[in-house]
């Protein structure tokens, strides 16, 4: 899914890399591995037959009642409410507890002092959600089965499959299904899995924009808004809600007791611009179309339907009313900076707590902080993910409650776009976030259960992992198909020295400037003194897959 550019703070100490693994196994693991196909092939990526460590050991459940953050002192004090009372020692991963679904935790962080106590909310999602971006460099079956203990383990209850050209479609949609799709049987295997591991599992269609995988068919081509982009539907066509009632009827085939379908509806740019659109109201054209999809699910398929939230955010309050939008829809409000904020003001909450009765958060552990990127930045992740938990300790009360946060991974942005972070090196940034989400508020302490989950050999301080931004840290970890993660970081360590060399020969220095190549005119000697350093920056670059290869 695209993301607006104003959200997409680069992040300049991560550079552009395009990784190819080639079929290799690892050797030297300190016990016994097990050969596991991580990727389905594709035309992009070869990433399979990687060797990696066993997942094993009990799950540790997280100590919600007990140290408060960041203090030592005894007299500090944490404890768990739901409605006012007390509660006992919850149960962070029992995602059918029906009292746990609809009010989640609050937790009140008391400090006694001597001008009285002082107090800190901190919020724990009912559920937390882990969103697999299916779009590009899609996991294999069995990688689903390795990471699953993993994410329950670190605080997961549920999925947001956004399946995409991966989804097996059958009559006039097969054609829209990739080459590599999952078949029937994957799509179910992945469900039993889901299943085993209590988590609850939400789908996700396209409903309006981000049709690509669709609408790039000259089959659907008429269906477009604009004709020379393939982003969204036009919603005055009947053809078009043909199209988008097909595709809802035949993931719902497959996900019969699910209560929530994600409908999609974010960043419907082209919109108002055919004949018979633009006469309209462009608000009122959206919302008529989200409405009608909306009452669509809830009559035939008796599920709840949720929907992105930005496309809302500029709307008057009596108009999101006056198509009952309240009554139809969950609106899942996103954002991936530090500042939710400076994105959703507090004048948007106070709008939507007037319409919808739930509402959704949003985060991302990947995928958000550029295009191209191969190893997310975990400090800016953790940051987002902290202030979520800020901004629903705070606006919870305004609602019925907020369902849940959804921890988004994004693998491109828009189905036409190449790949950004792979799931392998995003891991350890989402367990550390739902460790965060899980406790309510982050803390050292959560690095100890870190370590565990990810098999890590050598556990760092918090301080030491976080600060840089390709998380050195985990460099020392044994997850799933780690092995990506360290290629990824390798080629990226080794990219950026090749960057800052050309740069300093090229910019920095005045020999070997644009100026000195169009003259043809320089300083042999001073060319001769920037080549010097020449191999010590290309050796590492052709090396650093070759050290994956043989490590």
């Given at each position: 899914?695209?993301?607006?550019?104003?959200?997409?703070?680069?992040?300049?100490?991560?550079?552009?890399?395009?990784?190819?693994?080639?079929?290799?196994?690892?050797?030297?693991?300190?016990?016994?591995?097990?050969?596991?196909?991580?990727?389905?092939?594709?035309?992009?990526?070869?990433?399979?037959?990687?060797?990696?460590?066993?997942?094993?050991?009990?799950?540790?459940?997280?100590?919600?009642?007990?140290?408060?953050?960041?203090?030592?002192?005894?007299?500090?004090?944490?404890?768990?409410?739901?409605?006012?009372?007390?509660?006992?020692?919850?149960?962070?991963?029992?995602?059918?507890?029906?009292?746990?679904?609809?009010?989640?935790r609050t937790w009140q962080y008391q400090k006694n002092s001597a001008n009285g106590n002082t107090g800190t909310t901190y919020f724990v999602p009912p559920l937390r959600v882990v969103h697999f971006d299916l779009k590009g460099a899609p996991p294999k079956v069995s990688y689903f089965k390795q990471i699953f203990p993993l994410l329950k383990e670190a605080g997961a209850n549920a999925i947001l499959m956004e399946y995409e050209d991966m989804f097996p479609f059958t009559g006039n949609l097969a054609?829209?299904?990739?080459?590599?799709?999952?078949?029937?049987?994957?799509?179910?295997?992945?469900?039993?899995?889901?299943?085993?591991?209590?988590?609850?599992?939400?789908?996700?269609?396209?409903?309006?924009?981000?049709?690509?995988?669709?609408?790039?068919?000259?089959?659907?081509?008429?269906?477009?808004?604009?004709?020379?982009?393939?982003?969204?539907?036009?919603?005055?066509?009947?053809?078009?809600?043909?199209?988008?009632?097909?595709?809802?009827?035949?993931?719902?085939?497959?996900?019969?007791?699910?209560?929530?379908?994600?409908?999609?509806?974010?960043?419907?740019?082209?919109?108002?611009?055919?004949?018979?659109?633009?006469?309209?109201?462009?608000?009122?054209?959206?919302?008529?179309?989200?409405?009608?999809?909306?009452?669509?699910?809830?009559?035939?398929?008796?599920?709840?339907?949720?929907?992105?939230?930005?496309?809302?955010?500029?709307?008057?309050?009596?108009?999101?009313?006056?198509?009952?939008?309240?009554?139809?829809?969950?609106?899942?409000?996103?954002?991936?900076?530090?500042?939710?904020?400076?994105?959703?003001?507090?004048?948007?909450?106070?709008?939507?707590?007037?319409?919808?009765?739930?509402?959704?958060?949003?985060?991302?552990?990947?995928?958000?902080?550029?295009?191209?990127?191969?190893?997310?930045?975990?400090?800016?992740?953790?940051?987002?993910?902290?202030?979520?938990?800020?901004?629903?300790?705070?606006?919870?009360?305004?609602?019925?409650?907020?369902?849940?946060?959804?921890?988004?991974?994004?693998?491109?942005?828009?189905?036409?776009?190449?790949?950004?972070?792979?799931?392998?090196?995003?891991?350890?940034?989402?367990?550390?976030?739902?460790?965060?989400?899980?406790?309510?508020?982050?803390?050292?302490?959560?690095?100890?259960?870190?370590?565990?989950?990810?098999?890590?050999?050598?556990?760092?301080?918090?301080?030491?992992?976080?600060?840089?931004?390709?998380?050195?840290?985990?460099?020392?970890?044994?997850?799933?198909?780690?092995?990506?993660?360290?290629?990824?970081?390798?080629?990226?360590?080794?990219?950026?020295?090749?960057?800052?060399?050309?740069?300093?020969?090229?910019?920095?220095?005045?020999?070997?400037?644009?100026?000195?190549?169009?003259?043809?005119?320089?300083?042999?000697?001073?060319?001769?003194?920037?080549?010097?350093?020449?191999?010590?920056?290309?050796?590492?670059?052709t090396l650093c897959t070759k050290k994956e290869s043989v490590s």
């Amino acid at each position: 899914m695209e993301r607006k550019m104003e959200e997409r703070e680069k992040n300049s100490g991560l550079w552009r890399i395009t990784p190819h693994v080639t079929k290799r196994k690892r050797k030297g693991m300190h016990t016994p591995g097990v050969v596991a196909q991580c990727w389905l092939p594709s035309t992009e990526r070869q990433l399979d037959d990687y060797q990696q460590q066993p997942v094993g050991g009990d799950p540790h459940a997280l100590n919600y009642v007990g140290a408060a953050p960041n203090s030592n002192n005894l007299g500090d004090r944490m404890q768990v409410y739901d409605g006012g009372k007390a509660l006992p020692n919850p149960a962070p991963n029992n995602w059918q507890d029906p009292q746990q679904q609809q009010q989640g935790r609050t937790w009140q962080y008391q400090k006694n002092s001597a001008n009285g106590n002082t107090g800190t909310t901190y919020f724990v999602p009912p559920l937390r959600v882990v969103h697999f971006d299916l779009k590009g460099a899609p996991p294999k079956v069995s990688y689903f089965k390795q990471i699953f203990p993993l994410l329950k383990e670190a605080g997961a209850n549920a999925i947001l499959m956004e399946y995409e050209d991966m989804f097996p479609f059958t009559g006039n949609l097969a054609a829209s299904s990739a080459k590599n799709a999952y078949s029937r049987e994957d799509v179910q295997t992945i469900l039993n899995l889901a299943k085993t591991h209590h988590f609850e599992v939400i789908p996700l269609v396209q409903t309006f924009g981000h049709l690509e995988f669709a609408l790039k068919l000259k089959e659907f081509r008429d269906l477009r808004e604009v004709d020379d982009f393939p982003q969204a539907i036009c919603p005055s066509r009947n053809e078009s809600f043909s199209l988008v009632e097909n595709i809802i009827d035949q993931v719902m085939a497959m996900h019969p007791n699910i209560r929530w379908l994600h409908v999609g509806c974010d960043e419907v740019y082209h919109l108002g611009y055919c004949s018979k659109c633009m006469r309209l109201d462009r608000d009122n054209l959206f919302l008529s179309h989200v409405a009608r999809v909306a009452r669509y699910v809830r009559d035939k398929h008796k599920v709840i339907p949720i929907i992105w939230d930005d496309m809302l955010r500029q709307m008057p309050t009596e108009k999101l009313k006056e198509f009952q939008l309240g009554q139809l829809v969950e609106p899942m409000v996103w954002t991936y900076v530090k500042d939710v904020y400076r994105f959703v003001p507090y004048n948007v909450w106070l709008s939507y707590s007037e319409v919808f009765p739930f509402v959704w958060a949003a985060s991302a552990f990947k995928g958000a902080f550029g295009e191209t990127l191969t190893v997310p930045n975990v400090k800016m992740h953790l940051e987002n993910n902290e202030a979520w938990l800020e901004v629903m300790a705070e606006q919870h009360k305004k609602f019925g409650n907020f369902r849940g946060i959804v921890i988004t991974g994004w693998q491109r942005y828009d189905h036409l776009a190449t790949l950004c972070e792979l799931l392998p090196a995003g891991l350890p940034s989402l367990v550390l976030d739902l460790l965060t989400v899980t406790q309510g508020y982050f803390s050292q302490q959560l690095f100890t259960k870190f370590h565990h989950i990810l098999q890590c050999t050598v556990h760092q301080r918090s301080q030491v992992v976080l600060r840089h931004p390709l998380f050195a840290g985990a460099s020392s970890c044994f997850f799933p198909c780690w092995a990506v993660f360290r290629m990824t970081q390798h080629h990226s360590e080794a990219v950026k020295r090749v960057d800052d060399y050309l740069y300093d020969v090229t910019v920095h220095k005045a020999w070997l400037t644009d100026y000195n190549i169009r003259h043809n005119i320089t300083s042999p000697m001073r060319v001769d003194e920037g080549l010097a350093d020449y191999s010590s920056v290309y050796y590492p670059l052709t090396l650093c897959t070759k050290k994956e290869s043989v490590s």
